[in-house]
């Protein structure tokens, strides 16, 4: 069999099609893609596009950029407001320990790609994957692209109470993807001095716990959601 795995023939995740991303977008009059290729589609997709834009100066020149495709993910604070705490992960990335990170172990909000679900049911799903807890009622923030430089994702933000009831398993993500993950109850104080001070260095987590220290559950107006945060019962 001939042909490019991912765009003409079935890559191992059976998927074809892959050089379209991109090529139907007309929201920007300045931009028009010319061409795509994708340069890898093992798990996620790495793509090289080729498009024409229009500079403020009126020239249009061509361009090319490479994305790194993974889907978009959900992310979660679970806070505990009467003992004042949080309730984190810890585990291994091996892009951060091959980039700087001593050992590679990172402390972060409980976190997952959707899958194909929408960001509520997917967050809900990786809170009681990784932390072991059924989530109640949660709170959306704005979504973020996390490093529109070269990767894709845009990442949901939501933050909800939790209680020692709550816990309806030992959490620890799934042992069958591989994932070795410990959950971490920490005072939101300290939470709070680790990601000032570099301890906590994953960016996705220092963001909430600046929400949540300025505008939600540890805040001064802590009583009310922030303006403009979507409340969800569940």
């Known amino acids: 069999m001939t042909g490019v795995l991912g765009v003409d023939v079935p890559d191992a995740r059976g998927r074809t099609g892959l050089d379209r991303a991109g090529r139907d977008l007309t929201g920007n009059p300045d931009v028009v893609v010319r061409d795509v290729e994708v340069l890898s589609s093992a798990w996620y997709v790495n793509r090289r596009t080729t ?13 090319q950029r490479e994305t790194h495709d993974r889907g ?3 992310t979660v604070l679970l806070y505990d407001a009467a003992r004042r705490a949080v309730l984190l992960t810890r585990q291994f990335r091996f892009p951060a320990y091959v980039n700087g990170s001593p050992d590679g172990m990172l402390v972060e909000t409980a976190a997952g790609l959707l899958d194909e679900q929408d960001a509520e049911a997917a967050v809900r799903r990786e809170a009681e994957e990784e932390l072991g ?5 949660l709170v959306r923030l704005p979504d973020l692209f996390m490093s529109p430089g070269s990767v894709t994702e ?10 020692p009831a709550d816990r309806v398993s030992a959490g620890g993500g799934l042992a069958e993807e591989g994932e070795d993950i410990e959950v971490l109850e920490l005072p939101f104080d300290e939470a709070l001095a680790m990601a000032g001070d ?7 987590t220092v963001l909430l716990l600046q929400w949540a220290a300025l505008r939600g559950p ?16 569940q």
């Open 154 to 163: 845009r990442l949901a933000f939501f933050a909800g109470p939790y209680t």
């Open 72 to 74: 978009n993910g959900a």
């Open 51 to 63: 498009f024409a834009r229009r500079g403020r100066d009126g020239v249009w020149r061509t361009e």
């Open 218 to 233: 540890f805040s001064a107006g802590a009583a009310l959601p922030g303006q403009g945060d979507v409340v969800l019962d």
């Open 133 to 137: 807890v059924a989530v109640g009622a």
């Open 198 to 204: 570099g301890r906590i260095a994953d960016a996705k």
